[in-house]
């Protein structure tokens, strides 16, 4: 009987693969505060001053999420095997909506995987897709890797004081841009039911409820 030898680099490929987390990207909703705040309680002291510009502590951070998912911005979050890890925020600057600022959070075991990269991308493609045309970054100098990411998607970094802000015009949206935010949502969208439907979150399955109802009238016979 003879074996095949299996290469250690393509053995090490497939244990990555397999240990490789389930990911997915999407909106998130005003009643999930609680994912928000538990996501910046796991950042570290570091990731909290590169993400805040300061130090902060865990009050601030309850009083920042208590507020962040208004109506002035846009939240997406990037979920790892169900559990928000990183978070991309786009936050109009002026009534019109033409300008954005961007801000990014990741929890340190989830950097250097490319995660902030996707992030950016749907950051840009969700601002596109609501008329944004300049969008803005300002991070710490010493932020290197959110700078290369910026510069690699185009973005134009100006040096002032201690902070870097980068800049990025896009047109308007197209069917790139559009489908690229259409087809991330549609698949976290199918985890996200369970989730809610586990959770309990009502506020996505009750109208659905009702809808069907409404279509069935027998079935509100027995109420």
Sequence with gaps: MSYLAIPGDAVAATKAANDAPTLSIRRLHPQERD?????????????????????????????YAALALGADALIMGLFAD??????????????????????????????????????FGRLIASARNRGVRRLFLTCLRENRRMQAIAAKH???????????????RRPYADAAS????????SEAFVFAMIDWRRNGFDFVTWPLQRLAESLNPSSLAGR
């Design 35 to 63: 994912l928000l705040l538990a996501h910046l309680m796991r950042l570290d002291a570091e990731a909290r001053r590169l993400r805040f510009g300061n130090p902060v502590n865990d009050h601030f951070l309850e009083r």
């Design 82 to 119: 169900g559990v928000l890890r990183g978070v991309a925020e786009l936050r109009y600057l002026i009534g019109s909506r033409n300008e954005a600022e961007g801000a990014f959070s990741i929890e340190k075991a989830f950097q250097g995987l490319g995660f902030g990269d996707r992030l």
């Design 154 to 168: 185009g973005a134009d970094l100006s040096f002032v004081a201690g902070d870097v802000t980068a800049e990025i």
């Design 178 to 185: 559009i489908t690229e935010e259409w087809a991330d949502e």
